[in-house]
C-alpha cells in the first residue's frame, strides 16, 4: 500500500485535517527564527498557538479516522506506522511533563510564590516541542515529512546566506528590520539577536547537511547541494565568532562521525573516517590558531585564555585557572550563583522560569548572600559586578534545568532523552544496514539521513548546552524537536 495518498485520492474531512496540521507545524518551523528566534513573548505566542492548533487538527482527524474505521480494523491511511521506537519515546517524556506540571504548582521557597509567567514560558519550552512531535506522529505521511525535511533544510540555507550577506553588506548590526541594541562587535546574527544563537541554529543545519552527504546510496547531485549548504552554513557559523558554537559541532562531528554515520560500512571506511575528520579537524583548528583572522583575536582577547596560556606548566597554573573561570568568566560567574541557588533546594529546585526572579537573592560569589538585620549594606556583593543587577538565563542549559527543576527533574529529563538517543541510535543502525544491501535504499535521501542528522544534533547540542541557552529559544527547541522526531518516524517499517 502506497502509504503517501490514499488509492483513490477522494478528499475527506480526515484528511483536510491532517492537511491542516500539516500546515500548521511547517509553518511554525519555518517562520519561527524569522520572528527573532520567536524570543520574546510576543513573537512566541503566535508561533506556539500554531502547534496548539496543530494539535487540535491532528486530534480531530484522527479521532474522525477512528470512528469511521472498517471493522476490521485497517491500519491509518497514509500515516506512518506507530511502532515500539515511536511509543517508547513518547511515554519516557510523559513523568517529566507530570512533573514539570506538578512543580509549578508550588513555591519557589517558603514565602516566595512562583511567578507565573515564566512559569509558563519554562513549562512551554518543554510542551510545544512535544506538541510538535504529536503532531507529525499522527498526521504526518513519509511524503510530508520528507517534503518539510527538505523545506526546513533550504529554510536553514537561505538563513545562512542572509547572515553572511549581512555581515559583507555592513547591515550586521540589523536583526531582519530592526538595528539591534546589541552590537556584538560586528559578529553575525541574521535573524537572531545574539550571534551564539545563529552559531547553534547552524550547528543544526550542519548536522543535517552532513548527514545527507554520508547517507547510503544519496545521489551525487543531492550530495553536491548538501555540501553547497553546508559550506553556506559553516561560514555563517565561523562569522558569528561564537567560540562555544564552533567548538561543540567540531568536537561533536569529531565525536559522532566515525561512530554513527560509518555504521554498516566497509571495513576500511570505518577505520579510515576517523582519522581523515580528526586530520581535517585539526588542520581547521591549526588554521584558526595560527592564521590572522577574527575568531582567534577574539579567543586570544579573553581572560581565560591568557590565563591558560601565560600560566601553563606553572606550579599555581590549576588555581589560577579555576580562579580565572569562576571569578573572572561570565559564564563561571552565572554557573556558580545558579549552583548557589540550586543548593537552596536541591531535590526539587527552585521552581521553573524562576532563575531570572531569583538571581539577586544569589548572584555574589562568596556564601553570604542574604543582608544582615536587612541591611544591604552587609551583603557581600560579587567579585565579578553584575552592574544591572539581572540575568535571564543562566548561560548553561543543563545548569538552569538542574537549578529549577532539581535532582528529580534533571534525572526525569535525562532518562528520556537517553532512551531516544538509544531509539534513534537503533534506526539509524537498521537504516544505515538496510540501505547498503542490493537493492535497497527505497526510501528518500533525506528521510535516510534523518537518524544520523537528530544523533549529531543530540551529541552537538548536548555540548554547546554545557555553556550557553541555545535551547531557551523556541525555534531552536522546535528545530531540535523536529530533527529528533523526524528521526524517529522515518525510520518505522513499512506495513
Known amino acids: 500500500m502506497d502509504y503517501d495518498e490514499t488509492p483513490a485520492r477522494r478528499f475527506t474531512l480526515p484528511s483536510a485535517m491532517h492537511a491542516a496540521a500539516f ?252 582519522v581523515l575528520l580528526a586530520g581535517a579537524i585539526a588542520g581547521a583548528v591549526f588554521a584558526i590558531w595560527r592564521l590572522p583572522n577574527p575568531l582567534m583575536d577574539r579567543i586570544s582577547g579573553h581572560g581565560l585564555y591568557k590565563t591558560v596560556v601565560s600560566t601553563w606548566g606553572t606550579p599555581e597554573w590549576k588555581t589560577r585557572v579555576h580562579d580565572s573561570f569562576w571569578y573572572g568568566f561570565d559564564r563561571g560567574t552565572y554557573i556558580q550563583s545558579a549552583l548557589r541557588a540550586w543548593k537552596s533546594n536541591p531535590v526539587w529546585g527552585i521552581g521553573p522560569g524562576q532563575h531570572s526572579n531569583r538571581w539577586q537573592e544569589f548572584n555574589a560569589s562568596d556564601p553570604g548572600v542574604r543582608p544582615v538585620d536587612g541591611k544591604a549594606a552587609t551583603m557581600k556583593r560579587p567579585r565579578y559586578v553584575n552592574n544591572e543587577q539581572h540575568l535571564y538565563e543562566v548561560h548553561s542549559d543543563w545548569t538552569q534545568l538542574l537549578e529549577e527543576y532539581g535532582l528529580v527533574g534533571l534525572a526525569l529529563f535525562a532518562f528520556p532523552m537517553l532512551a531516544l538517543f538509544v531509539v534513534l541510535c537503533l534506526a539509524q543502525s537498521r537504516m544505515n544496514e538496510d540501505a547498503l544491501q542490493p537493492g535497497g535504499a527505497t526510501s528518500p535521501a533525506i528521510l535516510r539521513a534523518m537518524p544520523l542528522a537528530a544523533l549529531l544534533a543530540f551529541i552537538v547540542m548536548a555540548i554547546h548546552s554545557l555553556g550557553d541557552f541555545s535551547f531557551q529559544m523556541p525555534s531552536i527547541t522546535w528545530l531540535f524537536a523536529f530533527m529528533a522526531a523526524a528521526g524517529v518516524l522515518a525510520a518505522a517499517p513499512e506495513e
Open 23 to 274: 500546515v500548521c507545524a511547517l509553518l511554525n518551523i519555518v517562520l519561527s527564527p524569522w520572528c527573532f528566534g520567536a524570543w520574546e513573548m510576543w513573537w512566541f505566542w503566535p508561533m506556539a498557538a500554531l502547534l496548539f492548533a496543530g494539535c487540535l487538527f491532528a486530534g480531530t482527524g484522527t479521532l474522525l479516522e477512528t470512528l469511521s474505521r472498517n471493522d476490521d480494523g485497517a491500519p491509518r491511511v497514509g500515516r506512518i506506522p506507530l511502532g515500539p521506537a515511536a511509543l517508547v519515546s513518547a511515554i519516557a517524556f510523559i513523568p517529566f511533563l507530570a512533573y514539570a506540571i506538578a512543580r509549578s504548582r508550588f513555591p519557589s521557597a517558603p514565602g516566595l510564590p512562583l511567578v507565573t509567567m515564566e512559569a509558563e514560558r519554562s513549562l512551554l519550552l518543554f510542551f510545544t516541542p512535544a506538541a510538535l512531535a504529536l503532531i507529525m506522529a499522527l498526521s504526518f505521511t513519509r511524503r510530508r515529512l520528507a517534503a518539510m525535511a527538505w523545506i526546513v533544510f533550504a529554510n536553514i540555507a537561505v538563513i545562512a546566506v542572509y547572515a553572511v550577506a549581512g555581515k559583507y553588506a555592513g547591515k550586521v548590526d540589523y536583526v531582519l528590520w530592526v538595528l539591534s541594541p546589541w552590537t556584538y562587535g560586528g559578529r553575525a546574527k541574521a535573524v537572531f539577536f545574539c550571534p551564539n544563537h545563529l552559531s547553534a541554529f547552524m550547528n543544526l543545519g550542519l548536522c543535517l547537511a552532513l548527514a545527507l552527504v554520508f547517507a547510503p546510496r544519496t545521489s551525487w547531485r543531492v550530495k553536491a547541494f548538501a555540501v553547497a549548504a553546508a559550506v553556506a552554513m559553516a561560514w555563517a557559523d565561523f562569522l558569528t565568532l561564537s567560540r562555544g558554537g564552533l567548538a561543540s559541532i567540531l568536537l561533536g562531528l569529531l565525536v559522532g562521525l566515525p561512530t554513527l554515520a560509518m555504521r554498516g560500512r566497509r571495513l576500511w571506511a570505518r577505520l579510515l573516517a576517523p
